[in-house]
């Protein structure tokens, strides 16, 4: 049996917006009522009223952490405007993870915003950081004992979609325009859909890195938690020709953040697959019968990749794999594919690689941001009765952590 160190964290993560259901006063419900094509989160799986249940299922399993976020929207529903009452609930989640032995892992900002930050300029406006600033500092007052905060998930993915929208507007003179459906020929259409999403404008990601940087000072000064932040990993390899261009590609995608870790307490790894980059940019990943559901190639080795990644551009800061899984139907596949996993997660900690944790995602099937298809949950949810099913990859992990370690 291969063990993992002592007070190993063993758990699962999810993001408010995607599992609460009715999250009305954030720019993400905005949007979903107004893009066509992209299904609406609606309810959720309600886990906003159902996060007892949701909590006992990840305890029974025996697992002992359990990260989530507080929602910012719900929280400062207008600007300057707190809830007591929105605060005091995700006090009691925390309050609920302690009484049951979970290690709370909490997430201050998980992709949405509130409604009126985003109509007010969002992340771009001039004042962007005084916003979020004063919100952190509220989010204190119900952090005590609290030892694991994340200021932000996956500032490089909220980057490279600020940067494809901004370059968007500015090619179409202030309208929205599709890069792909633009595209003056097939190859351009190809080229602009293989690199939509992948570079982020360093002045974007610069401004993400001083953020996080004045969130972390806040947190330090009003709390004893150990501060981090999350972030997107892609397991990023060169084909042959394209060393140069990974280095490219990898720097504005990832590095920039990987850099901003150092001096954190701690960093969140979230790894899924593996892609390759050519000497023109990133390459598709190629169609095999075991993509996942979100068009992804099975690579469970991207989490070993990703970490040792980490902690070379971080300089070792230490780590906790926030988010590792697969959108699939097939649970058995889930269990091959995180027992992989964790085989590779255990090389890296033999060498050394401090890792502090395995938090999979995630706990319940749950909305991706626009679809209710892909399944990654350890959970499946009836959206009319809200019935949970756990699956069996939820007694799975629950077993590998009552033996903090794989057979
Ligand atoms: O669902 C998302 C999550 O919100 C952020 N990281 C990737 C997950 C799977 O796509």
């Known amino acids: 049996m291969t063990t993992f160190p002592n007070g190993f964290l063993w758990g699962a993560s999810t993001a408010p917006h995607q599992i609460e259901g009715n999250n009305v006063n954030s720019d993400w419900w905005a949007q979903e009522q107004v893009t066509p094509g992209m299904e609406l989160s609606g309810d959720a799986v309600d886990s906003y009223h159902r996060y007892r249940e949701d909590i006992q299922l990840l305890a029974d399993a025996g697992l002992n952490s359990y990260r989530f976020g507080i929602e910012w929207a719900r929280i400062e529903p207008l600007p300057g405007r707190f809830s007591k009452a929105e605060l005091a609930h995700y006090r009691r989640m925390i309050d609920h993870c302690v009484e049951l032995g979970i290690t709370p892992v909490i997430t201050l900002q998980h992709f949405t915003t509130p409604l009126w930050f985003a109509k007010d300029g969002g992340w771009s406006a001039a004042d962007a950081s005084d916003k979020f600033e004063r919100f952190v500092t509220e989010a204190t007052t119900i952090l005590d004992g609290v030892e694991w905060v994340a200021t932000m998930n996956e500032p490089n993915m909220q980057a490279a979609i600020m940067t494809a929208m901004k370059r968007m507007q500015e090619q179409a003179g202030g309208q929205w325009q599709s890069p792909t459906v633009e595209a003056d020929s097939d190859e351009d259409r190809e080229q602009a859909s293989r690199n939509f999403l992948t570079y982020a404008d360093p002045t974007i990601s610069r401004k993400f890195v001083d953020i996080h940087h004045a969130a972390r000072e806040i947190l330090h000064a009003r ?14 390899t060169a084909a042959p020709g394209g060393e140069a ?4 590609i990898r720097y504005g995608k990832e590095d920039i953040f990987w850099e901003g870790s150092r001096g954190d307490d701690w960093v969140g790894v979230q790894a899924y697959s593996s892609q390759e980059v050519d000497a023109t940019g990133l390459v598709p990943h190629p169609k095999r019968p075991d ?5 992804t190639t099975y690579r469970p080795d991207s989490l070993e990749m990703a970490v040792r990644h980490a902690t070379e551009v971080t300089q070792g800061v230490p780590i906790i794999i926030t988010e590792n899984g697969i959108a699939t139907r097939d649970d058995a596949q889930r269990i091959r594919y995180t027992d992989e996993a964790l085989q590779g997660l255990h090389h890296a900690i033999s060498d ?8 999979h995602w995630t706990l319940l099937d749950n909305f991706e941001w626009g679809h209710w298809e892909p399944t990654f949950g350890l959970i499946a949810v009836d959206r009319d009765t809200f019935e ?18 794989i057979a």
């Open 245 to 248: 261009k990974l280095e490219e």
């Open 223 to 236: 709390t004893d938690a150990k501060v981090g932040w999350t972030i997107a990993a892609g397991a990023l």
């Open 388 to 405: 949970r099913s756990p699956k069996p990859s939820l007694a799975w992990l629950g077993a590998v952590a009552a033996r903090n370690g």
């Open 291 to 295: 993509n996942t559901l979100v068009g």
């Open 352 to 359: 050394g690689i401090d890792v502090r944790g395995y938090l």
